[in-house]
Structure formats: C-alpha cells, structure tokens
C-alpha cells in the first residue's frame, strides 16, 4: 500500500534537493570572495603606494615648500616676544630689543555720578549727532536725550549707539571708577597710531559737554585721551635699527620671521638673540616617515604574495607578476645610485647611514651620521632625494604608473571586477535553474499528493462497498 509523503516531509527533500543543486553555486561564491579579496588588496596596495609617493613628492620640492628648507628659531630669552619661522628666513643670528608695545586709542570722559541728572539737565532733551573718523573713515552716531534722564542712562545709550554701528573702527563701553560714580570710554579696535581716533560734535554740544576730548589729556576726573600719538605703535631695535609698526605681531622685518611681543625692555637689560637655523629635527622627521612608508609597501607585498613552507598555501597575491615587478623595481630605484651630483657628494642613503636590510627595508642604522649630514651637509641631503635623478623623483614617477586613477593597480581591479561581474551573472543564471527546478518538483510532488488523495478516497469507498456487501 502506497503511504502518504507530509508536506513537512516534501519540503525536506525539496530543501535537501536545493543544497545539492546549489553546491556549483557555493563554489562560484567562493572563488567570487577571493576575487573580492584581491581587489580590496589592490586597493589597500594603491593606499600605501599613495602616501610613499606624497611623501616622495615632499622630499622632491626644491622650492620655498621644500622640507629641506625648514628653519627653526631659538631665542636667548623668551620673556619678550615669541617668534615663528618660515623657510624663507635667512640662516643668521639677530638682536632685537623691544621698546614700546602697540596700544589701542583710548579716550575717556569725564566722571560722573551715575544716579544724578545733570548731563541730561545742561543738555536738553533732543537728539545730538557726533562723528568719529579712524584711519580715514567716518561714521556719524546719534543719541537721544529724555528729560530726567540719570547719567548712567545717558552714558548707556551713548555705549548702544556707539557699538550699533557697523565698521566704526571703536568700541564703547562705562568703567564705573567707583561705587557711585562712572566715565564713559571709547577704545579704537585696531592698535597703532593709524588707528587713533578723531572725535567732534555734529549736532549739539554732547561729547564736548562729557569731556571726550582727543586733543587734551586726561587729568583726575576730567577727561581726555589716555595715550599720546606717540604711545600708539610698538617701536623696536632689530640689529640696532629702529622700526615702528601698528600691532604688537611684528611680520617680516626679518624676512621669515614673525615676533609676538609680549613686554619691553627695560634701561640697561640685554636685548634678545634671535637664532635662526635648518629645523634638522623636521626633516629627519620626514626622512623617518618616508622610510616607514616605504616599508609599510614591502611589508604588505610580503605578507600578501608569501607562500607557507610548511602548508605551501598561498598567499592572495602570491605569483602576481606585477606586484613582484613593484617590489623589485621599489627596490632598485632605492638602492641605485642618484647621477648628476657633485663628485665626493653622497649618492646612497647609505652613506647618510640609511641602509637596507636582506628584505630590502629601510632604517637609519646610524643616526650620529645621519644627523652630522643634516647640520653640516644639508645641501647633499637635499640633492640625494630632490636632485633631477633624485630617490624622491624616482619613486614619484615610477608610483604615479600604479596610483593613477588610470594606472596599473585601477586596471588590474578592472580586471578583477569584470571577473566578478560574469560570475554574479553565472550565479543568476544558476539561482533561476534551481528556483524553476524546485518549482517543478514542488508541482510534481502536489500532483501525486492529489492522486494519493483521490486514490485513498475511492480506496475507502471500496472498502465501505465491500464491507456493505457482506452485510446482505
């Protein structure tokens, strides 16, 4: 007798199927995922070829941006200015004594009791006009005056419509000199002589009457400018001549050099040593960078093309041609000697005391040499990486066949891509032959489902008949 198959029985063997069927495609994903593998490889590779060749392309400048042209400023005593340095600055010594610093204009009122109403009573109510003129450009301000206004009421509408007004070149503001009583202040932005400030009534009599006068000095509680025109620019000694400049950051009076001002000399105290030399320190730096790019690439190439010697399992890119090709031609380009420089001029990294070792990787295996060619033979430094047939021009050329975004590695992962492609597009193919073939047994097995229905229905019917008859 024939026995019914569950559904739950026929999904199994469908499923059961399914796996056997798919195992070309499991292997297909296999060999697509180390194919995805070496692509991200090659652009791991193109990665790290990248910076070696933007650390090539720095040691390779010649100009202004040269790293070789680094300068580093040292100074006798910092208490005075601090100083940056650019490549620009000449390698010599300087003195610089600081006479004066830069202060901003300042001009300050008369004072007042803050809870009177006298400034309101000698004024009048109305609206009063006055100018200000810094470096040649002039604003009008206007405030208003309400009778019984206090004086700290006048002196805060004076600060809002001061400081209301757009590129005035001032600031307004009320120092209250002591509990009860308060001066009103106008302080230039900008600091220098150039930036003093001119003020005058327009309408009224307003700033006359608080005393803002810049043509009298302040005295006591009578107001008036705080600095003469004379008290304004930072005046200094470099190498005994005398420059006078706006702001306290004095920018290229030494070509290169920027000095920050903090206080001045006094009589007799010794003016400051400026020292401006190569920043050795910099360039090892980015010497020692470049170096541990360059074996960041080999290591890589190591790892990824080696073979175990126990397994004999290879690695990704183990026998590919073009990345041993780069390994070779890296180290030829490092180890070759650079033509063209001077005759007893270095030649090899080896002799600055960078040397290789047996798997073609950089160090500075003595850095005594080294640093001695850094301070005293700069220039042959230089030239070895920067030269016309220079390690950096190399290695800049050769790089720019790999990284390029048309280069060797782009077209290798064209290649592998297109690899990639055909077999997802096999993998469909194969995906639809399954479905449309599971499809057609899960129909096969619903039809002979159906014919066991029917099959043990009449079978039943037969047996009730037969059982029926016998009763008679």
């Known amino acids: 007798m ?31 995922s180390s194919i995805d593998n070496r692509i991200s490889l090659f652009s791991s590779l193109k990665s790290k070829l990248s910076t070696l060749e933007s ?12 790293v070789f042209g680094s300068r580093s400023v040292s100074l006798s005593d910092e208490s005075y ?7 620009s600055a000449v390698i010599t010594p300087h003195t610089v004594a600081v006479n004066q610093l830069a202060k901003a204009d300042k001009i300050i009122g ?18 009063f006009t006055f100018q200000v003129t810094v470096n040649g450009d002039t604003h009008q301000v206007s405030v208003d005056i309400t009778a019984g206004d206090d004086n700290e009421t006048v002196l805060d509408n004076i600060v809002t419509a001061v400081n209301n007004t757009s590129d005035i070149g001032i600031r307004a503001s009320v120092i209250e000199d002591t509990d009860t009583t308060g001066r009103l202040v106008f302080s230039s932005e900008d600091t220098g002589a150039d930036y003093e400030m001119s003020l005058s009534d327009v309408t009224g009599t307003l700033l006359s009457t608080i005393g803002m006068n810049d043509s009298v000095q302040m005295n006591g509680t009578s107001g008036g400018y705080v600095y003469d025109s004379s008290e304004l620019n930072a005046i200094l000694e470099i190498d005994g001549v005398t420059i006078q400049r706006n702001s306290n950051t004095i920018e290229n009076a030494i070509e290169g050099l920027t000095l920050n001002l903090i206080k001045t000399h006094q009589t007799g105290e010794t003016p400051v040593t400026v020292n401006i030399s190569s920043d050795t320190d910099s360039i090892k730096s980015k010497i020692q960078e470049f170096i541990d790019a360059y074996n960041d690439v080999l290591d890589f190439i ?5 073979v175990n010697t126990t397994t ?17 031609q890296l180290r030829n380009l490092i180890s070759e000697p650079v033509s063209g420089l001077p005759t007893g001029d270095a030649t090899i990294l080896a002799q600055l005391g960078i040397t290789t070792d047996r798997q073609g990787k950089l160090s500075i295996s003595d850095e005594d040499e080294l640093d001695d060619y850094l301070s005293s033979n700069l220039d042959q430094v230089s030239a070895l990486f920067n030269s016309t047939d220079g390690i950096s021009s190399r290695l800049e050329d050769f790089l720019d066949d790999y990284t390029d975004g048309e280069g060797i590695i782009e077209k290798r992962k064209d290649v592998l891509q297109g690899q990639v492609n055909l077999i997802n597009s096999r993998i469909d193919r194969m995906e639809d032959m399954v479905d449309r073939k599971m499809e057609y047994y899960r129909r096969e097995f619903s039809q002979l489902q159906a014919a066991y229905s029917m099959y043990s229905s009449q079978y ?13």
């Open 2 to 32: 024939i026995s019914s198959i569950g559904t739950s029985n026929i999904d199994m063997l469908l499923m059961n199927y399914r796996t056997l069927e798919e195992r070309p495609i499991r292997r297909l994903e296999t060999k697509r």
């Open 81 to 87: 200015f601090t100083a940056t340095v650019t490549s």
């Open 460 to 472: 039943s019917s037969l047996g009730n008949i037969m059982q029926n008859g016998f009763a008679y």
């Open 312 to 328: 004999y399992e290879r690695s990704a890119l183990s026998g590919d041609f073009a990345v041993m090709n780069l390994k070779l």
């Open 55 to 66: 650390l090539a392309k720095e040691l390779s400048y010649t100009d202004a941006t040269s």
């Open 302 to 306: 190591h790892t990824n093309t080696s």
């Open 110 to 127: 008369n004072q007042y009791t803050l809870a009177n109403t006298d400034l309101s009573t000698s004024l009048g109510a109305g609206t």
